[in-house]
Each structure stands twice: as structure tokens, then as C-alpha cells.
């Protein structure tokens, strides 16, 4: 099993950066794709950016792209997103995820095996 918690979440104004952990643990050598997702309130989960095992590849939601940036440190196992230019559209909650099975970036939420608790972004205008 592979447990994931984020951090980093919070209130910020439109046009702000917060910077999203998210530190795995347990059976982390299974760790392939990393990905994160948000949902907001009244929608379906989406999804964020996702990053390859070693991460040298990465893959972005058209909303996000040129804003988020997502990397990660497997000797920390930790992988994090740097969101920039924030809007008011982003507040969701945001989710971690970690694919057991593919080492290349996926956006589909069935690719993903573990999940963390999710942690709240807020963006005020």
C-alpha cells in the first residue's frame, strides 16, 4: 500500500502562486506516474498535470498549462505542483495520486491506484 498526504493548500488572490507537497509512504518503490486532480464543488474530479516515474516526461490539463508546473523528488518521494497565476476558477480541493501500474504520465483517473485526502485551494478575486 502507498499512502499520500498533501499540503500546502490555502487562500490566495487572484494572480497568486501556492505551491502544492504531496510526500508518499509506504510501499513507494511501486511508484510509477504520479498525477494530481481537483474537484470543485458540484463537479467531477478533473484532471491537473501528471509526471512520469523519473520525470522526465509530464503532461498537462489545457486550463492549467503555462500556469501549473509539476515535478518531483523520488529520493524524497514527494512530488509537487507550482501553481502560478492563480484564477478563481482553480479553487478546488486538490488530489495526489500514484499510478501502480503505468510509469508514463496519465490523465484518465482509472489509471491511478492510491490517492491522498486532498488538500483545499482557495482563490479570491
Known amino acids: 500500500q502507498v499512502q499520500l498526504l498533501e499540503s500546502g493548500g490555502g487562500l490566495v488572490q487572484a494572480g497568486g502562486s501556492l505551491r502544492l507537497s504531496c510526500a508518499a509512504s509506504?510501499?513507494?518503490?511501486?511508484?510509477?506516474?504520479m498525477g494530481w486532480f481537483r474537484q470543485a464543488p458540484g463537479k467531477e474530479r478533473e484532471f491537473v498535470a501528471s509526471i512520469s516515474r523519473n520525470g522526465g516526461s509530464t503532461y498537462y490539463a489545457d486550463s492549467v498549462s503555462g500556469r501549473f508546473t509539476i515535478s518531483r523528488d523520488n529520493a524524497k518521494n514527494t512530488v509537487y505542483l507550482q501553481t502560478t497565476n492563480l484564477k478563481i476558477e482553480d479553487t478546488a480541493i486538490y488530489y495526489c495520486a500514484a499510478s501502480s501500474t503505468y510509469s508514463r504520465p496519465k490523465s484518465d483517473i482509472g489509471s491511478y491506484d492510491y490517492w491522498g485526502q486532498g488538500t483545499q485551494v482557495t482563490v479570491s478575486s
Open positions: 509506504g510501499r513507494t518503490g511501486s511508484n510509477n506516474a
